[in-house]
């Protein structure tokens, strides 16, 4: 080796060459990682093994690097994510948490939040590991960056489990999520209302607890439309946990903001706001009618009418739950127009099976308190529709169930007879005999009815009807034929031409006398008199 080779300048450049060949490497496999399509071929080139040593690297560069790549990769694919947390490769990582710069913290909560988000297990090893005092302590850090992933991955270790966010209840996150989520960074407010929904998933009360209601809804006031989401989300998960908690975010304020928000520009946030009105109504009578008496039906049903976005079927849910909980909030639901816009959505083609089955839901809800309501859905044209898509083999188990239902609630009230009339030629057995029993209802005390019910054909349909004796099918037609004279009951009956054919088959004649060889008497004189003549 020559004198100039082995001056100190040129063992600097040899450790310096060294050092970007490592930073070159770190920095392309973080690029190469950020599409899910490379990850295979990095994983078969043996990617984690380079990368374990470099994660301790004594350039803070190639560290933050190699800590970024690992991250990247654990996050498409879950056997990675495995193998950093059996290499030992996550606990060095936590370890390092707190003794290199924000950029390496920044990292590491990266990695953190990449490994625990794929499922419980994951995340509860990182638990084991004790990453959770590392991770709250973040939550004070200076920076905000280094606040953000450290709510963002407390959000997602908490999300999978009760236990789980019990745990993270328990190290103390949640005034801190509530200090975070009154920072001035957008970003940072977000995050902490996402981790926020997180934990109110599970544990609702201690969210309650914290006084992050309050903050939640003078958050709202933020014109951020991704804010706006986060922050119904997390007031939706606390107040669809229990009635309790439903009535103390009430108290907080939540609800005009809500019903606001339903008018929202935005698809996401008018989704978020239809969730947390449902979540609201669905607990007691008070709460809907609370929301009712402060003019909730009117912006749900402007949402039944929207053709994208996903509000609807919240919506939907929503005017359900109200119509449910007694005859005057049904009412109400009617007085609001909702029952067309619900028919509506169940003759729209393009209707998803999710919106279909809410639409029935919410119709059977309204029809089932009395024949008033019923007949508010029955004149919609709801009932044909609601039987069509009932008996298309085409129609998923769920509309299926959710019409058949909705057909039962609506017809147990149902004393409109044109509306029945269609079902007692189409409907199947098991529909068949709740229609027969509203006829068994009607047809009793009403001439006119009786009348109609014959000349329309349908006394002939309830006679083709086959039945076994001893079910209610057969007990209603009884009711029915009972309502006319028996020789009108025979006449329809299947097989009475046939045997009045066969009575004139069998049948004497009775000829009158004028028609035998014995001549009457007033017909004797008369041939006397011509004879004479």
């Known amino acids: 080796m020559s004198h100039s080779m082995s001056s100190p300048r040129n063992i600097q450049l040899v450790f310096e060459t060294y050092e970007k060949a490592r930073l070159l490497f770190v920095q392309t496999m973080a690029e190469l990682a950020t599409r899910a399509s490379n990850v295979k071929c990095l994983e078969s080139a043996g990617v984690l093994d380079f990368l374990r040593p470099l994660l301790s690297d004594p350039c803070s560069t190639v560290r933050q690097c190699a800590v970024v790549a690992a991250a990247r990769l654990a996050e498409h694919e879950e056997g990675i994510a495995r193998q950093l947390l059996n290499s030992g490769m996550l606990t060095a990582t936590l370890e390092n948490l707190n003794k290199f710069n924000v950029y390496y913290k920044r990292s590491a909560l990266y990695l953190m939040r990449a490994v625990a988000k794929h499922n419980e297990e994951l995340a509860s090893a990182i638990v084991r590991l004790g990453a959770l005092e590392h991770i709250v302590s973040c939550l004070e850090d200076f920076d905000t960056q280094v606040k953000e992933n450290a709510a963002w991955a407390l959000g997602y270790i908490a999300k999978h489990s009760e236990h789980l966010a019990g745990l993270v209840v328990d190290a103390g996150t949640l005034p801190l999520l509530v200090l975070a989520f009154q920072e001035p960074e957008i970003s940072l407010k977000q995050i902490a209302a996402g981790a926020l929904v997180d934990l109110a998933q599970h544990k609702p009360e201690a969210v309650v607890d914290a006084g992050a209601i309050c903050h939640l809804v003078r958050g709202l006031d ?41 008018g929202h520009d935005s698809a996401p946030v008018r989704r978020a706001a239809a969730c947390l009105l449902r979540d609201i109504v669905k607990h007691s009578v008070d709460l809907a009618q609370l929301v009712v008496n402060t003019g909730g039906c009117g912006p749900l049903v402007e949402l039944l ?61 309204v029809a089932k308190h009395s024949p008033q309501h019923s007949l508010a859905v029955a004149v919609a044209n709801a009932l044909p529709r609601l039987l069509q898509l009932y008996t298309n083999p085409k129609s998923s188990s769920e509309v299926r169930a959710r019409a058949s239902c909705a057909l039962k609630q609506s017809l147990q009230c149902c004393l409109h007879r044109p509306a029945l009339e269609p079902l007692l030629h189409a409907a199947p057995a098991c529909i068949l005999k709740y229609v027969l029993a509203q006829y068994a209802k009607i047809l009793p005390n009403d001439a006119r009815a009786r009348r109609l019910f014959v000349t329309t054909g349908a006394l002939k349909r309830v006679q083709e009807i086959d039945t076994v004796p001893g079910t209610s099918l057969k007990e209603y037609i009884n009711i029915i034929n009972s309502c006319f004279p028996e020789e009108i009951v025979r006449y329809y009956s299947p097989g009475y031409s046939d045997s ?6 069998a049948y004497t004649p009775q000829i009158p006398e004028l028609f035998t060889d014995r001549v009457p008497s007033d017909c004797k004189s008369e041939l006397t008199i011509e004879n004479e003549n």
Do not use: F
Not at 237 to 262: D, I, Q, S
Not at 500 to 505: A, I, T, W
């Open 222 to 262: 933020n014109q951020d439309p991704k804010l706006k989401r986060s922050t119904l989300c997390a007031l939706g998960a606390v107040a669809g946990a229990r009635a309790e908690l439903a009535e103390a975010t009430v108290a907080g304020g939540a609800l005009p903001p809500a019903l606001l928000h339903a």
């Open 305 to 365: 009418s929207e053709g994208a976005g996903g509000a609807r079927v919240p919506a939907c849910m929503a005017l359900g739950y109200i119509a449910g909980q007694s005859d005057q909030l049904a009412m109400a639901v009617i007085e609001a127009k909702a029952v067309v816009v619900l028919v509506n959505i169940l003759q729209n083609s393009d209707s998803e099976d999710a919106e279909l089955c809410a639409a029935a839901w919410t119709l059977g809800h």
């Open 500 to 505: 009045l054919l066969d009575r004139v088959e």
